[in-house]
């Protein structure tokens, strides 16, 4: 279970930085801490992936994160509608991650 924490640390380095570049954020201009969290975001996909059980188990979990972090900044920060489709897709990776852990 420690790769679910990999995963949502890996997912709010990611999903921050997409924030950023959403609020117009200039890449170029911006690349002394840019370049770090870049190196971060990659070495906490790689710790996601090397203490997953499989491969198969990490990606959902990241999905997961991912879809649950972005539709929180979406609501609660940047004021956007959630819709029903994001609603299933989190319940759908949620009964994956569940079915994965419980068939071992």
Known sequence: MQYLIWSAL???????????FRRGLVWHENLVWLIP????????????????PTYIMAFPAFALMNLALRMGISHFMLDEPIHRGNLVAVVALAAAIGVGNAWK
């Open 10 to 20: 890996a997912s709010f380095a990611v999903v921050s930085l997409e924030f950023f």
């Open 37 to 52: 969290a870049a190196i971060l975001s990659n070495f906490l996909i790689y710790k996601l992936v090397t203490t997953a």
